[in-house]
C-alpha cells in the first residue's frame, strides 16, 4: 500500500504544479482540502448492513487492517488480533453464531479481538477494550475512505455472543472478540446520523 | 463548520474544473485522492506531548468535538460527555490530579466522559467504553487533520485516576471519565509508529 500512497501524493503534487503558478496561499488551500477530506471522512461515515456482490480485493483488506493497527494503545501493548472471514460458508457459520452480524450480504468481516498473553496485567487489563475500539474505529473509517461501506456489530461484553463466536472462530481461551466488522461495497445510499448536541459540551468543569 | 466543508468542497470543485476538460477517469482520481487523504490522515497521526503556545480557535475545538459525536455507539445510545478545558488555571489542576496527563504546554484538553444515566443499563453497560473509545479515537484523527497534536492519556480504568480528576472537574457520580486528550500546535515533529504486524491477522478462522 506504500506504493499507491506514494502515487496518490504523485498524483495531487501533479495536480498541483498544473493547476497553480503556484502561490504558497493556493498551497495552504491544498492542505486544508486535504484536512477536510480527512474530517469529511469521519462526519460521512455511517452504518452500512446491505451490500452488493463486488467482492473486496486482498490489498484492500490489507490497507484497512493496517489503519486498524495505527491506532494508539496503552503502554504501546497492542493487545489485538483480527480474524478476516470472506469466505461465504464461514460467513454464514459467524451469521448463525450472531444474529444480529448483519453478515447475509457482507463479502468479508473482521472480527477485533483482545489477546490477554498481549494485554497489560492486574489492573489495566481493561485497556484492551479502549484499544480495540480505537482499532475499529479506524477499521470503520478506513473502509469509508475506500468506498466501502461496514457495521460494528458488538460482540463483548454480552456473554451470549462471546461464547459462539469464540467457539466458530476456535478462538483460544485467552483471546475476546470485541466484535464482527461486517463489510461490503454498500447497495444503495446510506446517511450517517447526525449526533452533534452542543450540550453534552461542560467548558473548564462539568 | 458546515460552511466550511461546503467552501472546501467548492474549492475542490473549482480545482477539479480547471484542471480537466474533464474525464470520468480523473474525477476517479480525485475520489482516490481524497480517500487516500482520509487514510493518510490515519497512518501519520503519532502521539503528541510537546506544544507550542498558539492557541486553539473555538471553532476549531468545536469541528473536533463534532467529530468526536459522529462516532457510532452501541443501540445509538450517545452515553458521553465531553469536558473541555482551555483555561491555564485548570490545566494545571488537572495535570496535579493526573501526572502523566502531558499537559505543560498544552493549550487545551478535552475529557471524554461516560454518563451512566444514557448508558445502557444491565450487561451491555460497559459499551459506554466502546463508545467512548471510538470517539477519542476521532478526536485524535480531527485534531491531526486539522494540524493540531494530541494524545490520549488514560484514566479510566485506573481508580487512583478517576478520583482525582473527578474531583478537580467537579464530575457527579454518574459521570467516568475515560481519559484527557493532551491537545495543542505541536511543538517539532512527530513519527508515528509502525505497528503493522502480519502475524496479528487470522484468515477465516483462527
Redesign the interface.
Known sequence: MKK??KS?AI??GA?AL??CACSEKQAE?N?????????????T?A?VRQFTDRAIAPDTLE?I???G??????M?K?P????????RA?LDSLMAAHPYSNLKTATAAIIVCGNMQKAIEG??Q??W???C??A???I???A????LGA??C?V????DRIAPVKT?????SY?IP?NIISMGYPAGENQ??D???PD???????
Chains 1, 2 share one sequence.
Open positions: 499507491r500512497f496518490a498524483l495531487a495536480a498544473t493547476l488551500s492542505n486544508e482540502a486535504t484536512g477536510n477530506a480527512a474530517i469529511e471522512n469521519i462526519m461515515r452504518s490497507t487492517l493496517k489503519a493497527m495505527a491506532a494508539p494503545t496503552a504501546n497492542q489485538w488480533d483480527f480474524v478476516v472471514v470472506t469466505e464461514m489492573e489495566g481493561a485497556n477494550i479502549l484499544d475500539s480505537a475499529t474505529e479506524n470503520l473509517l478506513a469509508h475512505a475506500l468506498g457495521v460494528w458488538g463483548y461484553p454480552t456473554a466458530t472462530l476456535k478462538l483460544p483471546i470485541l450517517p446520523k449526533k452533534w448536541n453534552n459540551v461542560h467548558y473548564q468543569q462539568w
